[in-house]
Structures are given as structure tokens and as C-alpha cells.
């Protein structure tokens, strides 16, 4: 089993601080792709740029398993007081900077191993993922194909929980992330002057009420034991406090666990826009301005991943835990072809680190990052090793 050397944890430390000192955004990442692939041509490939992001291969035939690491950060002001903090404002507290280190790592340490590998590695260095748009460009630029994918694994770091232990890995079976759909609702009335209100149709009381219904899905219509939120996060309506608002404006968030619950949650929130406004003598649009369904583990290759990781960690280093109520990215990829989904703890609330995922001053524990590497490295060539014709 490959173990990182000290060197190799230097170097991995060293990338994830170049990339995130060179924080961007969505599909944006010119200085990023030029840092990985100049990388990626230093260990010796050939990099591809396809879709936004970055690929190349290593190995020939037999079966092709794809690593994947995000590489895009978020539109914030970065808080962490780091000698290598961003200054663009842009600001890496996702924790991609360290999945694409680690994986540049990975890349390193596979290309050196070329000779013995059973199979094929192919690396998906992916843009966008924050806004749900990078891992669907990518495969529909060809990711999952020449050569074709026959199975898929990424890693994200775990800041600021309970469990968050560093190096620790976190595995969940079946369900790993919630589904996400960002919807937007117009609520249309009627101006009018605050001195003839029965003139005017008012948009802000109806959206006021469409909240209020939308509150009542989640705790009667949908049963307790589902992790599912309907929030009404921004609302806007009206031009001045002495008129009718003929225009309100809400977006949503509907987030939940399973396929089924989804198409449900989504259909509901239309029908009851659409039904009080109309009993109000107004319109609800309903725009579903973009969203991802829920990302499901492959059983089996979890519990083959959970077997190879016995063979290099300890014992308490991987533990199985309750899915992640956020959104993945990931799931366009485990939709086509058998995917693990992990977590790598780098921080937890007991050793400091208090800031979790998104927040601008979030510190990650880099004493983790060779330990994603680790599993990349052993996790693909085990998982090869297996499945060699």
C-alpha cells in the first residue's frame, strides 16, 4: 500500500496554497487550469482541457475508474488571516483548493506507478461546481468517454464538525447528499396608490401567504422521518411604502433525499403559488432556475472502498456516518456510471476549528490533504486490481 512521504506531503501543501492564493470562480479559472496543467505536464502527462475543467489519463485498457477533485472557489472576501490568504475576493473556503492538491498528488504519485497499474486512471480536475454547473459540462463535453468510465470517486473535506477529526474518513451509504433546487416566483398584481387600495391588487400580502403555505409542506405533508427544507430565502416587492405592489419576487430552496420526494416538493410549491395568487386575482410565475438531485453512494463500491481503506488507515480513521444536507455537484457523474462520494475530515470543532464549510475565515487542518491522496492513490489501484479482465 502507497503511503505519503514527507516530500510528497510538502509538495501537496505547497499546490494547495498556490491555488488558493489563486481563488476563482465558476467557470472562470483561467490562472487555475494554467496551474494545474502546468503541473499535470511537470509529473509527466498530457493535459486536456474539456468542458471548463482539466483531464488526462494514466495507464492503458482493462477498466477506467475517474478521480475527481473540484477546483472553483466563492464570491467572498476571504476572513482566515493566512500568510497565503486570496486578496481578489474571491475566496477558497469550499475546501476545492485542497481536493484539486490532492489530486494533482494523486496524479504525481500514479504516474511514477504506470507500470504496475491494472487499468486505466482518469482525472476530472472540474469547474463550477458551487454553482452546480461544472461536473454537467463536463460530461457532456466527454468526460465518461475515451476511454469509458466504468466507475467514479471523489473526495470532499470536512471542516468544523463534531467529527470532522482530521484524516478521518467519512462514508455514507446510500444517500450522501440532499437534492437542490433554487426556484423563482413573481407574484403579479396591480399597482396602485396607497390612497385607493381596492384599486390595486397587492403582490407583497399574496407572497406573504404563499410563505406561509410553503412553510406547511415540510411539516404536514411530507413525513418526519425525510430530511427535506422548503425555504423562502429572498423576497422582494413594491416601489414605496405608499403604494400597492404590483410585483413581488421570491426564490426558494428545496432541498431533500429522494428522487420521488423531489418531483413531489417541486410540484407542490407551483401549485401552491400558482392556487393563492389566483384566489387573489393575481399570477404566480414559476421559473425552476436550476437544481441537482439527490447524490446516491453505489452500494457495492462502497463497500468495496470501505475494504480497501481498512488495508492502509486504522481502525477509528473510517467511520460511517448520516448523509450531508447539501447539494453535490458529483451526482451528474454517479447518475451515468457506479460512484463513491466521501468525506475527509481536516478540522474539527474540538481542535479549533470553529469556522465551518463556506465560511470566510474556515481553516483546514492540512495535515489531511496526504491522506486524500492516500486514498485516491490506493482506492483506484485496489478497485483496478478487482475489477482486471
Same mark, same amino acid.
Given at each position: 500500500?502507497?503511503?505519503?512521504?514527507?516530500?510528497?506531503?510538502?509538495?501537496?501543501?505547497?499546490?494547495?496554497?498556490?491555488?488558493?492564493?489563486?481563488?476563482?470562480?465558476?467557470?472562470?479559472?483561467?490562472?487555475?487550469?494554467?496551474?494545474?496543467?502546468?503541473?499535470?505536464?511537470?509529473?509527466?502527462?498530457?493535459?486536456?482541457e474539456m468542458g471548463g475543467g482539466i483531464t488526462c489519463t494514466v495507464g492503458k485498457g482493462g477498466k477506467t475508474i475517474l478521480l475527481r477533485a473540484d477546483?472553483?472557489?466563492?464570491?467572498?472576501?476571504?476572513?482566515?488571516?493566512?500568510?497565503?490568504a486570496c486578496t481578489t475576493g474571491n475566496c477558497h473556503s469550499c475546501g476545492h483548493d485542497c481536493h484539486a492538491a490532492m489530486l494533482l498528488g494523486a496524479?504525481? *504519485?500514479? $504516474?511514477?506507478?504506470? #507500470?504496475?497499474?491494472?487499468? !486505466? =486512471?482518469?482525472?476530472?480536475?472540474?469547474?463550477?461546481?458551487? +454553482?452546480?454547473?461544472?461536473?454537467?459540462?463536463?460530461?457532456?463535453?466527454?468526460?465518461?468517454?475515451?476511454?469509458?468510465?466504468?466507475?467514479?470517486?471523489?473526495?470532499?473535506?470536512?471542516?468544523?464538525?463534531?467529527?470532522?477529526?482530521?484524516?478521518?474518513?467519512?462514508?455514507?451509504?446510500?444517500?450522501?447528499?440532499?437534492?437542490?433546487?433554487?426556484?423563482?416566483?413573481?407574484?403579479?398584481?396591480?399597482?396602485?396608490?396607497?390612497?385607493?387600495?381596492?384599486?390595486?391588487?397587492?403582490?407583497?400580502?399574496?407572497?406573504?401567504?404563499?410563505?406561509?403555505?410553503?412553510?406547511?409542506?415540510?411539516?404536514?405533508?411530507?413525513?418526519?422521518?425525510?430530511?427535506?427544507?422548503?425555504? *423562502?430565502? $429572498?423576497?422582494?416587492? #413594491?416601489?414605496?411604502?405608499? !403604494? =400597492?405592489?404590483?410585483?413581488?419576487?421570491?426564490?426558494?430552496? +428545496?432541498?431533500?433525499?429522494?428522487h420521488q420526494e423531489r418531483a413531489y416538493l417541486k410540484r407542490r410549491v407551483k401549485e401552491i403559488a400558482e392556487g393563492i395568487a389566483a384566489a387573489f386575482?393575481?399570477?404566480?410565475?414559476?421559473?425552476?432556475?436550476?437544481?441537482?438531485?439527490?447524490?446516491?453512494?453505489?452500494?457495492?463500491?462502497?463497500?468495496?472502498?470501505?475494504?480497501?481503506?481498512?488495508?492502509?488507515?486504522?481502525?477509528?480513521?473510517?467511520?460511517?456516518?448520516?448523509?450531508?444536507?447539501?447539494?453535490?455537484?458529483?451526482?451528474?457523474?454517479?447518475?451515468?456510471?457506479?460512484?463513491?462520494?466521501?468525506?475527509?475530515?481536516?478540522?474539527?470543532?474540538?481542535?479549533?476549528?470553529?469556522?465551518?464549510?463556506?465560511?470566510?475565515?474556515?481553516?483546514?487542518?492540512?495535515?489531511?490533504?496526504?491522506?486524500?491522496?492516500?486514498?485516491? +492513490?490506493?482506492?483506484?489501484?485496489?478497485?483496478?486490481?478487482?475489477?482486471?479482465?
Open positions: 500500500m502507497f503511503h505519503a512521504s514527507e516530500d510528497l506531503k510538502k509538495e501537496i501543501i505547497a499546490n494547495r496554497r498556490a491555488l488558493h492564493q489563486r481563488a476563482e470562480i465558476a467557470f472562470d479559472l483561467p490562472e487555475t487550469r494554467a496551474y494545474v496543467s502546468e503541473k499535470l505536464k511537470e509529473y509527466g502527462y498530457e493535459p486536456e477546483m472553483d472557489a466563492l464570491p467572498m472576501k476571504e476572513e482566515s488571516g493566512l500568510d497565503f496524479a504525481k *504519485v500514479l $504516474k511514477e506507478m504506470e #507500470g504496475e497499474l491494472k487499468g !486505466t =486512471v482518469k482525472f476530472m480536475f472540474q469547474p463550477a461546481e458551487e +454553482v452546480l454547473g461544472g461536473a454537467a459540462a463536463m460530461v457532456e463535453a466527454g468526460i465518461l468517454e475515451n476511454p469509458k468510465v466504468d466507475a467514479a470517486f471523489g473526495i470532499h473535506v470536512s471542516v468544523g464538525r463534531e467529527d470532522s477529526c482530521t484524516g478521518t474518513v467519512l462514508c455514507t451509504h446510500g444517500t450522501m447528499n440532499n437534492s437542490g433546487d433554487a426556484i423563482k416566483i413573481t407574484v403579479k398584481g396591480k399597482d396602485a396608490h396607497g390612497s385607493q387600495p381596492q384599486l390595486g391588487i397587492d403582490s407583497i400580502s399574496i407572497a406573504s401567504r404563499i410563505v406561509i403555505a410553503l412553510e406547511e409542506l415540510t411539516a404536514k405533508e411530507i413525513p418526519t422521518k425525510e430530511d427535506s427544507v422548503v425555504l *423562502v430565502g $429572498k423576497i422582494v416587492g #413594491g416601489t414605496t411604502c405608499n !403604494t =400597492v405592489a404590483g410585483t413581488t419576487e421570491m426564490e426558494i430552496s +428545496v432541498r431533500t433525499q429522494g386575482r393575481a399570477t404566480a410565475e414559476v421559473e425552476y432556475q436550476y437544481g441537482m438531485p439527490p447524490l446516491v453512494n453505489d452500494e457495492t463500491m462502497m463497500n468495496e472502498f470501505l475494504g480497501y481503506m481498512k488495508e492502509f488507515l486504522s481502525a477509528d480513521q473510517v467511520k460511517e456516518v448520516e448523509k450531508e444536507g447539501g447539494c453535490e455537484d458529483f451526482t451528474v457523474v454517479s447518475e451515468k456510471v457506479p460512484a463513491v462520494f466521501m468525506m475527509l475530515g481536516a478540522g474539527d470543532k474540538g481542535s479549533g476549528h470553529i469556522h465551518g464549510m463556506h465560511h470566510p475565515a474556515m481553516q483546514v487542518d492540512e495535515d489531511a490533504l496526504p491522506v486524500g491522496t492516500e486514498i485516491y +492513490v490506493n482506492c483506484a489501484v485496489r478497485w483496478l486490481e478487482d475489477h482486471s479482465c
